[in-house]
């Protein structure tokens, strides 16, 4: 696996049942079309996509973000930095803890302050500028990757929203 495959996984839940190509998730996630094809076929080696490479296995890719995120792809705060807020710094997380610091993915054009966190690929801040769905999935992944206990249980229920009980169209 390699960090984009997550934002690829998580992209492709945010359009429910609605028909996609890799040409528009490659425009979407700022990442070429070869980058999307390998990332495909590595989440169908890992049992994480159907074998039609159109449907995200979604109790694989929750049980992933929980228990293996933060290992394989840990987020180390770095120094402040002017960025996009993330993890318990942005929605829907912001709204349930409150936070003596602020977490952001590093962007010469955010509007906020607070600790550098490696977003999953150079392009997220790009990436999220228009997709609220996807920015609150990544930021909710970062919760995981970043908090500490009880933001990662906060991050890890509202993911369980996301990906299992709210039907594929919501």
Known sequence: MSP?????????VSYGEK??????????????????????????????????????????????????????FPALPGPIVRGTPTAHS????????QADHDYVWPSAKGRSRGQAIAPLYENVPKAVQNDHKLYELLCLVDGIRAGRVREKQLAVEELKKRLLLINAHG
């Open 4 to 12: 984009q495959d997550v934002a690829v996984l998580l992209k492709i």
């Open 19 to 72: 028909p996609w190509q890799q040409k528009h998730l490659a425009e979407a996630l700022h990442l070429s079309q070869s980058e999307i094809s390998k990332s495909l076929a590595r989440s169908r080696y890992a049992a994480l996509l159907d074998d039609t490479g159109k449907k995200v296995h979604r109790q694989a890719l929750l049980e992933f973000l929980q228990f293996g995120i933060a290992y394989v």
């Open 90 to 97: 942005a929605p829907p997380l912001n709204t349930m803890i």
